[in-house]
């Protein structure tokens, strides 16, 4: 074959072989989608922020961002800028500008583009987080009485996202898993209020742009009178003394005072400690009855009662044990002397004559013989 068929064919084959390349590289092509969507972000003015967005496409797709519909400068486009556009695409907020008028808030799209076409993201809102001072309601100060329900109410500072809320009782954070407190978007509930649950209260309001504290409210757990201690009976002797005891609680503190049941306290005889315990000395048979501890504060009045017995010596008209043995004592003391006596035969009375030297009627009663039968000198 001559020389210039042989290189004419070569250059045919060659083209053939660059259409067949160029049909192979056009087949892989393919116009942009967006795998990662960006999402609404919430960021604090001065800290860093990331919206994401994630493309593919052949040949690579140019991503560009637009906020508000407007495009989006970036360093690539000004080296002084706090936006840069990282190599997946996503946008990078090295600090959020909050000036009027060239703000970064807004509704940011992410738009992939190259010679096949062109794909969107779908949009998402970044925010600056926000936390306005004043608070929409502030909790006010509850007065309760023991094991009622106490509601404290609290409506935080409008803010960017939502605040949340807890309470904080004398500057410590309550512990919201004991069950005893109950916290709800606006509210603190005690369902049975304890004397321990007085104190301070306050509302805290918290989101990514930092925390409010309301105004303190505070809470006064009051209690009823309640016995800690009754009084018990006691049984006395005469001339002794005696104490019946009383413990009260309640707040306010109640004020405790004593009364006879049927009569007076003893003038002069009895005080009333700090402890309200109620003491009365060398007691009588008089002093004998019911006592009364009474309590008392703005909301109720109690009592209670005990009963004291005091006992005479003589009081069972006994002949027998302690008091017998001092009769027989004084009968030894006493020197009877008999001068003669005279028996009659047709009479049961013996005559006796006697000289006593003290406490004749005494020792006559001991022996049996009434002191009327006493009669000029003589026993009969």
């Not at 942009?32 to 994630?54: G, K, M």
């Not at 501890?293 to 909301?299: F, H, S, V």
């Not at 027989?328 to 006796?352: P, W």
């Not at 000289?355 to 001991?366: D, F, G, H, Y």
Request: glycine content about 8%.
């Amino acid at each position: 074959m001559a020389p210039a068929q042989i290189a004419l064919q070569g250059l045919l084959l060659g083209a053939a072989l660059l259409q067949l390349d160029g049909s192979k590289s056009r087949s892989e092509e393919f116009p942009p989608y967006i795998i990662d969507h960006p999402t609404d972000l919430v960021v604090r003015w001065d800290q860093p922020a990331t919206l994401n967005c994630r493309v593919a496409g052949s040949p690579a797709p140019i991503i560009n961002w637009h906020r508000n519909g407007e495009y989006v400068e970036t360093s690539k486009d000004n080296v002084y800028s706090q936006r840069t556009l990282l190599p997946d695409g996503s946008l990078f907020f090295l600090r959020l500008n909050q000036r009027k008028g060239q703000s970064d808030e807004g509704v940011y799209t992410c738009i992939a583009t190259n010679h096949l076409g062109t794909a969107s993201s779908r949009n998402a809102t970044l925010y600056v987080a926000a936390l306005q001072e004043d608070f929409q309601l502030q909790p006010s100060d509850v007065v309760v009485i023991v094991g009622e329900q106490a509601a404290l109410e609290c409506v935080p500072p409008r803010g960017r996202p939502e605040p949340t809320i807890s309470w904080r009782k004398d500057g410590v954070l309550i512990n919201q898993k004991t069950g005893h407190y109950e916290v709800s978007s606006r509210k603190l509930l005690l369902r049975h209020t304890q004397r321990s649950d007085a104190g301070r209260y306050v509302c805290v309001a918290s989101n990514q742009a930092g925390e409010r504290e309301s105004k303190a409210a505070l809470v006064t757990v009051l209690e009823k009178p309640a016995f800690t201690r009754r009084p018990s009976d006691v049984v006395a002797k005469s001339g002794s003394a005696v104490q019946l005891g009383c413990g009260v609680q309640g707040d306010p503190e109640p004020h405790v005072w004593w009364n006879k049941e049927h009569g007076e306290l003893p003038w002069g005889r009895y005080e009333v400690d700090e402890e309200n315990t109620l003491r009365i000395w060398r007691v009588t048979a008089l002093d004998s009855g019911r006592y009364i501890c009474m309590a008392q504060n703005q909301l109720g009045t109690i009592s209670a009662k005990a009963t004291l017995t005091v006992q005479e010596p003589l009081d069972t008209g006994q002949m027998e044990g302690e008091w017998a043995k001092d009769v027989l004592q004084e009968l030894m003391d006493v020197q009877l002397y008999l001068d003669n006596s005279t028996v009659l035969r047709s009479s049961s009375a013996v005559y006796l004559h006697w000289k006593v030297s003290e406490q004749p009627p005494l020792v006559l009663n001991a022996l049996g013989i009434p002191s009327a039968h006493l009669r000029d000198g003589r026993v009969w």
